[in-house]
């Protein structure tokens, strides 16, 4: 009896160890975020360590002979859950029935640009990629904007995609979320993974507000308020926020180059809770629909809210106090977001 069920559990676990593999996409993929990124996604520790993985690496044809050499480095980890590289710049193939995008790929601001062309090259990009999307994906995907402006990058994908619910788009703010959490456990000289439920606020820029007036830090044993464990409000309101705010301008000052372990690092922990759900008691931020928010910031908006994610699907988190200081900082990135959506939205002839 005991031989008979031993084999019956080795059929179940050999049987149920060999999933399905499921279709990912990188944009962008012989970027420098990407080739920081694609490892930790190919190795199981985004998606599960179970889960195996088509890679899909959408690039410009210019830089298919990059992507080339990514494809052999892949190869060459030999990773047991990796089944299949594609790198392609041909929207057909690389949108072709995906499980999650990550669209990491974006037109970059450049000496001279002004933030309206800025947004008008990228408006041409994410309507593409929305497009492709709704033509190509799978109906069920989960869909990461990375590239900047995130936010309403995001919108416009989300926009060009109408047959794909809007609850399956969101952007990237968990770097700034992670940024925060790292400077007020190095304040507070605690391990990072002691401090929980910072939030990001609104957009993905200089605007953002990360406010620490719910989050909480763990030391000796107990949990207080952030505000009392750092016994210093000035800083808090002060150069905190403006360091989390340029952070991103301080790396490429100090490396002449941009974000690109950090952002890798955020994007897996994004992708990581959507697959498999937050902490219990614990938020997260990520850039979402504001519609319906209860926050009062305007609809129509991808807005970074702090949410709890079960079963693949976040719910912004009602019902926290909102004081004077944090309102004002929070109508500042809306009103930037507000701007940004209607001059997007009119170059897309609609």
Known sequence: M????????????????????????VTGAAG??????????????????????ILVLLDISPMLPVLDGVVMELQDCAL????????????EVGFKDLDAAI?????????????????????AIFKTQGEALDKYAKKTVKVLVVGNPANTNCLIASKSAPSIPKENFSCLTRLDHNRACSQVAMRCGVASNNVKNVIIWGNHS????????????????????????????????GS??????????????ARKL????SAAKAICDHMRDIWHGTTEGQFISMGVYSS????????????????VIKNKSWKIVDGLPVNDFSRGKMDATAAELVEERDTAVSFLGV
Do not use: C
Not at 2 to 16: C, D, H, N, P
Not at 82 to 91: A, C, S, Y
Not at 240 to 251: E, H, K, L
């Open 32 to 53: 420098q975020i990407a080739y920081s990124l694609l490892y930790s996604i190919a190795k199981g520790d985004v998606f599960g360590k179970d889960q195996p993985i």
């Open 258 to 261: 941009s974000s690109a372990m």
């Open 206 to 237: 200089s605007t953002q507000y990360p406010d620490v007036h719910h989050a909480k830090v763990s030391r000796g044993g107990q949990e207080v308020g952030a505000y009392e464990a750092v016994k210093d409000d000035s800083w808090l309101k």
């Open 80 to 91: 047991p859950l990796l089944r299949e590289v594609i790198p392609t710049d041909k929207v």
């Open 2 to 25: 005991l031989t008979l069920l031993t084999a019956m559990y080795l059929v179940v676990r050999a049987v149920s160890s060999q999933s399905d593999p499921i279709r990912v996409l």
């Open 292 to 307: 319906g928010n209860s926050y009062g910031v305007p609809e129509d908006l991808i807005y970074s809210f702090p949410v």
């Open 103 to 123: 669209l990491v790929g974006s037109m970059p601001r450049k000496e001279g640009m002004e933030r309206k062309d800025l947004l008008k090259a990228n408006v």
């Open 240 to 253: 905190f926020i403006s360091t989390v705010q340029q952070r991103g301008a301080a790396v490429i000052k």
